[in-house]
Structures are given as C-alpha cells and as structure tokens.
C-alpha cells in the first residue's frame, strides 16, 4: 500500500448533509462520523470478492458502524 493512500474511508448517512473523508485511523474515523451524526467507516482491502476468471478480489469492507 502506498503510504499515500489512508486506508480508512468514512461516510455519514446518506442525505442532505452526506459528507464522507479518508483518515489514517480507526480512531480519527470514528471520532469524525460521530460529530456528524453517525455512518460507516471502510477499510482498504478489508472484503473479499470471489471472480470466477481472477480469484480473489480485495475491496473496501465495513469494519464499524457509527
């Protein structure tokens, strides 16, 4: 992983004020959603995909629910 890419990625709910950030802690993370009313947070490489053709795939998985 690059050291320019922070692997966690945080999004509020979806609405009218939907906002969304990437962090390099859980912690700084979750501290974000909430002052904003709560979300989810997404690590880089935290799911799994299996393709017929490739294998396993890495994506983004959920790994906290403000």
């Known amino acids: 992983m ?3 890419q922070k692997p966690f990625f945080a999004q509020t709910h979806l609405g ?3 906002a969304a950030k ?3 802690t859980l912690e700084e993370a979750t501290e ?3 002052e904003r009313g709560g979300g989810t947070v997404k690590k880089r490489n935290a799911g799994r ?3 017929p053709f490739v294998g ?3 994506t983004w998985g959920v ?3 403000v």
């Open 56 to 58: 396993e795939i890495r």
């Open 22 to 24: 990437y962090f390099w």
């Open 49 to 51: 995909v299996q393709d």
């Open 32 to 34: 974000w959603l909430k």
């Open 63 to 65: 790994v906290a629910d």
């Open 16 to 18: 009218p004020k939907h």
């Open 2 to 4: 690059s050291r320019k």
